[in-house]
């Protein structure tokens, strides 16, 4: 079990917490981190540079309530990922869609730096709404975007068994009956992807559409996948070097040059 993390008391701190996060995430910084007269936490763009903002007295009551200091390192992750993944970028309003992926981002570091997935929740089961409001998913769709994120570390910290699989949204478990490790249950898989290049291992899309790969009993993101207005091609698949491959109506996933370098398995569950 982890030492129980810093508390948020300053801005040194927060520099101090948004250097692990990094570390955790193997990212480096494009942004500056302030103290500000704003409601709660926030990533902005002004004049091309990029901030995260946020309001120490509300980390410190965030922090009280929740009885944890991880839930201000949640809030302070989540505004990372907002800039790492570039969701700030030309000053757009942040959809509803990147807060699920800065969740995700937020749960991901949490289990590198050694939260449960409880500790790694407690700010959004505090702050989040029940259902979903103009710019902010509702509560459920937010902890399940967090507990994938956690769930990706965890397999890669190599962790296979969990205190309570059951509480476990997309419900990574070790089965001990048998011993075999069930990585990310069927009901979170929307659809198998084969690779031409690596038929060895399997690929899925899961319900918040991010293409993952099992390999040697590991969970890991390779990408995401967005809808496109291509009536041929609806689905595009990309990752963090905006690499970009698409999919088909049938399933057929080809490069950018037209080539087939795989398949797609019930495409029609999208």
Not at 110 to 118: H, I, N, P, S, V
Not at 145 to 160: D, F, H, L, R
Not at 189 to 197: C, K
Not at 203 to 230: F, M, P, Q, S, W
């Amino acid at each position: 079990r982890a030492q129980e993390p810093l508390r948020i008391k300053s801005v040194t701190d927060a520099g101090v917490m948004s250097k692990m996060i990094l570390k955790a995430a193997d990212k480096k910084a494009n942004f500056l981190v302030a103290e500000a007269k704003v409601p709660n936490a926030m990533a902005v763009l002004t004049n091309g540079k990029r901030y995260i903002l946020y309001n120490p007295g509300f980390i410190e009551r965030l922090t009280n309530v929740t009885g944890t200091p991880w839930a201000g390192i949640s809030v302070l992750a989540h505004e990372i990922g907002h800039h790492l993944k570039t969701h700030t970028e030309n000053g757009k309003t942040i959809p509803m869609a990147t807060e699920l992926e800065a969740d995700e981002f937020s749960g991901y570091v949490l289990r590198k730096l050694g939260a449960t997935l409880e500790e790694a929740q407690a700010a959004m089961k505090t702050l989040a709404s029940e259902r979903a409001t103009r710019t902010h998913p509702g509560r459920d769709d937010r902890l399940t975007s967090i507990a994938e994120g956690w769930e990706v570390a965890n397999s890669e910290k190599g962790v296979v068994a969990l205190q309570n699989p059951s509480t476990v949204p997309n419900g990574a478990a070790l089965e001990t009956e048998d011993r075999q490790t069930t990585i990310i249950d069927s009901k979170f898989i929307l659809a198998d992807i084969r690779f031409d290049a690596d038929p060895t291992v399997k690929y899925h899309l899961t319900t918040r559409y991010n293409v993952v790969k099992i390999k040697n009993n590991e969970l890991h993101l390779v990408g995401k996948l967005a809808k496109l207005d291509n009536k041929d091609f609806p689905y595009m698949i990309y990752d963090e070097s905006s690499n970009r491959v698409y999919v088909s109506a049938t399933g057929k996933i080809v490069n950018k040059e037209g080539n087939s370098i795989g398949k797609m398995l019930r495409a029609s569950a999208l």
